[in-house]
């Protein structure tokens, strides 16, 4: 067999092995922090309605986010039944979507460019992209980050592409490629859907101080009335419907006082994600760092393709990050849409590694202690903690230790070396998913908890909050959380607030209460109480009154 013909075969074996690995364990755990239960209720709540338009939580209007990733759930749901597989579904999808996107543009990059460069390089960067810490991770969560990453990655090949087109044609089909985007990125995440692209484009022409644009500008008066056409679908609708309401909540509170303010307390540092991005890029953060080091050699005003993509992927690489790195409120999920370029510039590098084009080998020792460190640390960290087991922490540290053991002493095995790396990721996120995840998510979510709860005979009492707020109940106890004026569940203050509630329910209520709190409520008098149980964090305890 030819040597390109098996590595054709090897190449699809990887490809479906990865598809394999982002579909499977969707559901195999609840919905884990405030995030995953609430967009799942959303979409439920706007599926039981048979309404596309207006998102609710618990019957009240909620228009924090665009609706792209409820209309992927509400699919999934009418498809799977309303479960968190179906949930995770779109996201999952929107994860290998992106990652087809990087294998896309490098494949038109390398039909592009020169015979000299590495003609590996769609696999590889596909390959990077699969494996990247930061994709996977968001992937695997009912989020609207790698929604918008994908839309955002996907107009941004789209006009990478055009700019190494042959013809005048074939770029203004890629152009109306990045256009569709922008106007899916508009529905997946709001404005920063608009921003990023622009933003990127403007950098990329900026750092090549190639300000002869006239085509680009010209295709402005036809492409951004097609991107605001695509996202009129749904912004003319609830405009229609809900007029100033909507544009003071979507715009005006969670665009513009979530960037510039911290109202929504997530303030971090300037730095913040040169800090984040080095935990998203692993394990291949080591390769991306030397690729960066030899940016200095590139011909950032150089007519070549690869010169062309070298400085657009720049400029991908650092216009989101200061963007983000300006605003007021810090999440790491902001940060995820220049995972894509981090492949990209990391693939070209690990392709021209494997190919034997260049040496490479420290940053694949690099990559192998990495390995090595977080086998070890990991297995430390469980010796003291006891969290989840030794006997997991052993299991999920093994193919980091084998892939650690490969890259540092068997290094002329290049292909070999590299593709360990991420099976590595791939086995042990596996592995962790089936022992570890399970209890870590035992105790960030209450879906037991109101399980527990319904076999005890309170799966019709309402549900109420002390001292804290727990989103799982939202979606877990779907019509049974109390909600005031304003659109938030209700939390009490106190315990005699807990009893009044039940006085006036005239039944049983269940109440959420940190657990070094529970005994307010097991003392109370004139109550009857009864603690259903707790996930270590938070309790749940049903009160009534004498």
């Known amino acids: 067999m030819q040597p390109s013909r098996l590595a054709k075969r090897v190449w699809l074996l990887i490809f479906f092995i990865i598809l394999a690995f982002y579909f499977y364990g969707l559901g195999h755990i609840p919905f884990v922090g405030p995030d995953e239960p609430r967009y799942a209720q959303v979409a439920r709540e706007m599926l039981q309605r048979r309404d596309l338009i207006t998102p609710t939580l618990g019957g009240h209007i909620w228009f924090e986010k665009p609706p792209l990733l409820y209309w992927m759930m509400i699919a999934s749901f009418k498809i799977f039944g309303i479960n968190e597989w179906a949930a995770r579904l779109g996201p999952a999808i929107s994860g290998l979507l992106t990652v087809a996107a990087v294998f896309w543009a490098a494949r038109r990059i390398c039909r592009s460019i020169m015979n000299d460069q590495p003609q590996d390089l769609a696999p590889w960067s596909a390959f990077v992209a699969a494996s990247t810490l930061g994709i996977i991770v968001f992937s695997r969560g009912a989020g609207f980050d790698i929604v918008v990453t994908m839309t955002i990655t996907w107009a941004l090949t789209f006009f990478m592409v055009a700019e190494v087109a042959g013809n005048r044609a074939g770029r203004r089909i890629f152009w109306i490629g990045f256009y569709v985007f922008i106007g899916l990125s508009l529905l997946a995440k709001g404005l920063v859907g608009l921003v990023v692209p622009f933003g990127v484009v403007g950098s990329y022409y900026l750092l090549r101080r190639d300000f002869h644009t006239r085509t680009f500008t010209l295709s402005l008066m036809w492409g951004l009335p097609l991107a605001l056409a695509v996202a009129a679908i749904w912004y003319l609708p609830v405009i229609a419907r809900h007029g100033w309401l909507f544009v003071d909540e979507f715009f005006i509170q969670h665009h513009f006082a979530r960037y510039l303010s911290n109202k929504y307390h997530h303030p971090q540092p300037f730095f913040f994600y040169l800090l984040v991005i080095i935990p998203m890029s692993l394990p291949w953060t080591a390769f991306l760092i030397e690729a960066l080091v030899k940016a200095r050699n590139w011909k950032w005003r150089g007519q070549e393709v690869i010169d062309k993509v070298r400085v657009f992927i720049a400029g991908w690489l650092m216009l989101p990050l200061l963007f ?195 005994y307010q409520l097991t003392e109370l008098k004139d109550a009857r109480t009864e603690v259903v149980g707790n996930n270590g964090r938070v309790a749940l305890v049903a009160v009534s009154t004498r």
Not at 387 to 403: E, K, T
Not at 485 to 504: L, N, T, Y
Request: glycine letters at 10%.
């Open 324 to 518: 983000f790195s300006l605003s007021g409120s810090k999440l790491p999920g902001y940060i995820l849409p220049i995972l894509p370029a981090v492949a990209l510039i990391a693939g070209e590098h690990l392709t021209r590694f494997a190919s034997g084009q260049s040496t490479g080998v420290r940053a694949l020792r690099a990559t192998g202690a990495i390995c090595a460190a977080f086998a070890v640390g990991g297995c430390l960290y469980v010796a003291r903690t006891e969290f989840p087991s030794l006997s997991c922490a052993l299991l999920i540290a093994a193919p980091l230790m084998v892939a650690a053991i490969i890259c540092l002493f068997w290094t002329h095995f290049r292909t070999v070396s590299s593709l360990s790396v991420g099976f590595a990721v791939f086995t042990a996120l596996m592995i962790a998913l089936n022992c570890g995840a399970t209890i870590f998510a035992g105790r960030e979510s209450t879906r037991e908890l109101i399980h527990a709860a319904a076999a005890r005979g309170y799966g019709s009492a309402p549900v109420y909050a002390l001292h804290e707020i727990d989103r799982g109940a939202e979606f877990y106890a779907a019509g049974r959380v109390v909600y005031g004026a304003d659109g938030e569940p209700v939390k009490f203050e106190g315990a005699f607030d807990v009893r009044e509630a039940a006085r006036r329910n005239d039944s049983p209520v269940l109440v959420f209460v940190p657990v070094e709190y529970v």
